[in-house]
C-alpha cells in the first residue's frame, strides 16, 4: 500500500557522502500499535545528523523570542490570536537553506578539542526540529503573566518587576521536575501517543522530504502551500473587513428585539444555538485546532457542551435557580443581588486583604448561571480524572512501575531512542529542588506582595505530583488537557482565605507548573518521534522556557504601561480589542477563592454550596462507564467514553464562547469521522498539513494586519464590523431588574 511506502522514506534526502552508515531503520511488520502514528511517523533514524549548530542556536533563539513577543502581546485583546509553533516551524526553513549557503563552512580549531564550525552541510529536519522546540517555548502562554495581569492592573497594587520575574521563571521551570518524574510513563508507552505532535511531524515531513506527485494529485508541499495562501489572503475579511464572520449568530437578525432569542442564538454572549464561526482563530483559539483531535475526544466534548450548555444551563435558568434570571444567562463578570456589577475594591482593606464588614455591608457576591454550572463542571471533571485513571490505566500504572528497573518491552520508537544517552534522573531532581528554594526564598523574602507562607509551596507541590500523571494520561490520549485549577483555588481558599495574590500564586505553583511539566513531556515525545539526542532536547527546552518567560514578562510590562486603560472595559473606547478576556476572568476567580473565600460562596456560608454534589457526580460517571465496560467487553466504544473530557469539556467556558465550540466540533467532526473513516488516504497525507496550514496563515495575516492597520488605529465601522450582532444577549429577564441598555421586565 502507499501509506506503508511513505513510513518507510527517508526524512530527509541528501548526498551519497552523508549516507554510508547514517541510518537506522526498523523495517518489516514492526510499527507503532497506534494507527495515527503509524500512518505518520516514520521508523528510521539517521544518527549522524548534526543537531546542535550555530543555525539551530541562531534561529531557535529568534523563533522562540519573536513568538514570545507575539503571543503575550495578542493575548490581552478580545479574541486572543494565538500563534502556535507551527509558524515559526514553516518560516524558519528558507532561513535555515539560506544560511547553509551563505555562511562560511571554515573549521575552527581544527584538530583541537574546541573544534568546531558554524555551517556543518545541508539544513536538515534535526536541526529543523529542536528550532520548533524553541518555538514551542515561546508559543505557550505563560501562565504567571496572569498574576502580574491581576494585582497591576485590576487590583492596581505594587508588584515590582524583580518579583514578578522570580514568580515567572520558577513556574515555568518548576515543571521540568514533574516531567522529569513521569517520562517514563507518559513519554515511552506507545499508548502514551500525543496526537497534536502528529501535525508537527507530518508537516516535517512535508518540508522535507522530497516526493513524487501522483498523476492529477498533489504533492504534500503543494497542499501545504495552497492551503496557506488560501488561509493568508482569506483572514483579512474576519481580521479586518468582516469580523461578524467570527459569529454568524443568525436567530439574532431574525429577533433583534427578543431578549430570549438572543441568550438562545448569541455565539458570544448566549448559548450559541445554531450560531457558527467563519474565522480559524476563534475555531481554534481554546480548544486547539480540530483536525488534530480524535473523533472519540471531538465526540465526548461534543456532549459535555451540549450537556451543559443546552441542558443544564437553560434548565437553571428558567427555573430561576440561583436567581439565574437577576443576571445574564452567560457572563464572566461577577454580580450583586440586584443584578449591579460588583464593586470588588469596596471590600479590600488597607493591607490587601478581605474586609468582611465591608463585604457585609455590599452583600454577597454573584455569578452568571453558566458561570456557576461551568464550575460545578469543573468539580466533577476533577473527581471523574482521579477515578477514571485508576479504573481504566490503574493497571498499566503498576506494570510501569514495577518494571522502573527492568527492560520492559519496547515499541519501535523506543528501541531507535535507547541508542542515545538518557538524561539522567538527578538533572531534574537537581533543577527541581533549587527551583523549590528559590521559590521559597520569593515567598518568604517578598511576602508583603505574594502573601503566600512557605508551607504553601510544598502543599503546591504536592498536589502538582498526584495529579501530573492522571492528567498526562488524558492528554496523551485524547489531545484534550482536564483543567484542575479549581482545585488548588479550592483548597488554599479554605486553608488561607483573605488573601487573593496567595491564592493566585498557589495556584499558578499548583496546576501551572503541572500543565508546564505536561508541555515539556509532549516536546520530548516530538523528540521521541523524530529521534532527537535526549540530553539535547533537554537543553533546548531549559534555555527556550527562561528566554520565553523574560520576553512575555517584558512585553506584558511594556503594555500594561503603555495601552491606556487596558482591560478596563467601562473605560475603553468602543470596540477596543484590549479587553482581555482571559484576564478578567482570573481576576475572577482571584476573588471568588482568594479575596472572598469558597467557603462563603461554595460552602456552608455560601449561596452556591449546592454545586459540591457535582464532585459526587464526577466520581461516580466514571465508575458507571467501567461497568457498562465490564458487562460488555465486547462493545469497544464504551471504553472511548472518556468522563474527564467529556465533563470537562467547558472548563474554557468562560472565556471561550458557545461559537468556539459549535465550529470547532464541526470541523472535528468532518475531519476525524468523515474524512478519517471514508477519505483514509487523503487524511493520511494531508490532514495535519491542512491543519498546520491554517495556523500559519492567520498568524502571518494577523501579525501583518496589526502592523500595517492596528498600530496606524486604521478601522472600519459599519454593520459587519460587530462580530456578534446581539445586543440583548446579556439582559437579564428578573422583574424589575434595570440594566443600561436593557428592557425592564
Known amino acids: 500500500m502507499k501509506s506503508a ?12 557522502s552523508y549516507q554510508s552508515h547514517a541510518s537506522d531503520e526498523l523495517t518489516g511488520a514492526e510499527n507503532s500499535p497506534i494507527e495515527q502514528v503509524a500512518l505518520t511517523v516514520p521508523i528510521t533514524d539517521n544518527r549522524n545528523l548534526p543537531v546542535v549548530t550555530f543555525r539551530m542556536w541562531t534561529l531557535g533563539t ?15 485583546r478580545r479574541e486572543p490570536l494565538s500563534i502556535t509553533s507551527i509558524s515559526a516551524q514553516i518560516a524558519v526553513v528558507p532561513l535555515g537553506h539560506l544560511m ?20 556543518p552541510g545541508p539544513f536538515n529536519i534535526k536541526e529543523h526540529v529542536l528550532i520548533t522546540i524553541f518555538a514551542n517555548s515561546g508559543a505557550g502562554n505563560v501562565y504567571a503573566i496572569h498574576i502580574v495581569s491581576a494585582v497591576k492592573i485590576f487590583y492596581k497594587k505594587n508588584l515590582t518587576f524583580f518579583v514578578s520575574l522570580l514568580v515567572v521563571i520558577t513556574t515555568q521551570v518548576l515543571g521540568f521536575g514533574w516531567a522529569g518524574i513521569f517520562r517514563r510513563y507518559l513519554v515511552e508507552p506507545a499508548a502514551m501517543w500525543w496526537p497534536q505532535n502528529l501535525v508537527q511531524v507530518s508537516l516535517f515531513r512535508a518540508l522535507h522530504e522530497k516526493e513524487e506527485r501522483n498523476k492529477g494529485g498533489l504533492t504534500r508541499n503543494q497542499f501545504f502551500l495552497i492551503a496557506f495562501i488560501c488561509s493568508f489572503a482569506y483572514y483579512i475579511f474576519p481580521g479586518y473587513l468582516f469580523p461578524i464572520l467570527t459569529s454568524l449568530s443568525w436567530m439574532c437578525w431574525i429577533f433583534p428585539s427578543s431578549v430570549l432569542a438572543q441568550q438562545l442564538g448569541s455565539g458570544l454572549h448566549g448559548l450559541g444555538i445554531g450560531a457558527i464561526g467563519f474565522d480559524w482563530s476563534s475555531i481554534s483559539s481554546y480548544l486547539g485546532s480540530p483536525l488534530s483531535s480524535p473523533w472519540f475526544a471531538t465526540a465526548n466534548i461534543a456532549i459535555g457542551f451540549c450537556l451543559v450548555t443546552y441542558v443544564i444551563t437553560p434548565v437553571a435558568y428558567w427555573f430561576d435557580i440561583y436567581k439565574a434570571k437577576t443576571f445574564p444567562i452567560f457572563s464572566d463578570d461577577l454580580f450583586t443581588a440586584s443584578g449591579q456589577r460588583y464593586n470588588i475594591s469596596a471590600i479590600i482593606d488597607s493591607k490587601f486583604h478581605l474586609d468582611s464588614q465591608a463585604y457585609e455591608r455590599e452583600g454577597p457576591l454573584h455569578l452568571s448561571i ?34 522502573a528497573f527492568q527492560e520492559s518491552k519496547m515499541d519501535v ?36 506582595q505574594l502573601q503566600l507562607p512557605w508551607w504553601g509551596i510544598f502543599l503546591a507541590c504536592g498536589l502538582a505530583i498526584f495529579f501530573t500523571l ?52 509532549q516536546d520530548f515525545k516530538l523528540g521521541h518521534y523524530m529521534k532527537i539526542p535526549p540530553r539535547t ?29 487596558i482591560c478596563d472595559r467601562a473605560m475603553l473606547p468602543a470596540g477596543s480589542p484590549w479587553t482581555c478576556p482571559g484576564d478578567h476572568v482570573f481576576y475572577d476567580a482571584s476573588v471568588i477563592w482568594g ?47 472518556t468522563m474527564p473530557v467529556l465533563l470537562g469539556a467547558t472548563v474554557n467556558m468562560p472565556p471561550a464562547t458557545a461559537v468556539n465550540y459549535t465550529s470547532w466540533i464541526i470541523i472535528g467532526f468532518f475531519s476525524g469521522f468523515i474524512a478519517y473513516r471514508y477519505y483514509r488516504n487523503w487524511w493520511s497525507r494531508h490532514n495535519y498539513v491542512l491543519s498546520g496550514a491554517l495556523d500559519a496563515g492567520l498568524a502571518f495575516m494577523g501579525v501583518l494586519l496589526y502592523l500595517c492597520l492596528g498600530m496606524e488605529h486604521v478601522s472600519l465601522s459599519w454593520w459587519g464590523s460587530d462580530p456578534d450582532g446581539c445586543p440583548l444577549a446579556s439582559c437579564p429577564t428578573a422583574s424589575g431588574v434595570f440594566v443600561k441598555g436593557c428592557p425592564v421586565f
Not at 5 to 16: D, F, G, K, V
Not at 62 to 76: K, T
Open 62 to 76: 529568534l523563533a522562540c523570542a519573536l513568538l514570545s513577543f507575539l503571543n503575550q502581546f495578542f493575548w490581552y
Open 595 to 641: 479575596l472572598i473565600g469558597p467557603r462563603r460562596i461554595f460552602g456552608d456560608l455560601g449561596y452556591y454550596s449546592a454545586t459540591n454534589w457535582f464532585f459526587l457526580g464526577g466520581a461516580i460517571a466514571p465508575l458507571l462507564v467501567w461497568l457498562a465496560y465490564k458487562a460488555f467487553p465486547n462493545q469497544h466504544w464504551i471504553r472511548l467514553i
Open 537 to 565: 532536547m533537554f537543553m533546548a527546552q531549559i534555555v527556550g522556557t527562561i528566554i520565553a518567560a523574560l520576553v512575555h514578562l517584558g512585553t506584558a510590562w511594556w503594555l500594561m504601561e503603555t495601552v491606556p486603560e
Open 100 to 119: 547553509a549557503w551563505v555562511i562560511t563552512d571554515r573549521v575552527f580549531f581544527k584538530g583541537k578539542r574546541w573544534e568546531f564550525t558554524l555551517n
Open 413 to 448: 520508537h523506543t528501541k531507535l531512542m535507547r541508542k542515545y544517552k538518557q538524561v539522567p534522573e538527578w538533572w531534574f531532581m537537581c533543577i527541581l529542588l533549587v527551583n523549590i528554594g528559590a521559590t521559597m526564598f520569593a515567598c518568604e523574602y517578598y511576602n508583603n
Open 370 to 403: 453558566f458561570f456557576a454550572m461551568s464550575y460545578g463542571a469543573s468539580f466533577a471533571c476533577l473527581a471523574a480524572t482521579v477515578v477514571h485513571v485508576f479504573l481504566f490505566h490503574g493497571k498499566e500504572i503498576w506494570k510501569l512501575s514495577k518494571s
Open 5 to 16: 511506502h511513505e513510513i518507510s522514506a527517508p526524512l530527509l534526502q541528501r548526498s551519497q
Open 470 to 521: 492522571p492528567v498526562g494520561i488524558i492528554t496523551a490520549t485524547t489531545n484534550q488537557t482536564p483543567a484542575l485549577n479549581v482545585i488548588t483555588e479550592y483548597i488554599i481558599g479554605y486553608i488561607y482565605p483573605g488573601f487573593p495574590v496567595a491564592n493566585i500564586l498557589f495556584k499558578v505553583y499548583g496546576y501551572i507548573s503541572m500543565k508546564q511539566g505536561i508541555t515539556f513531556l
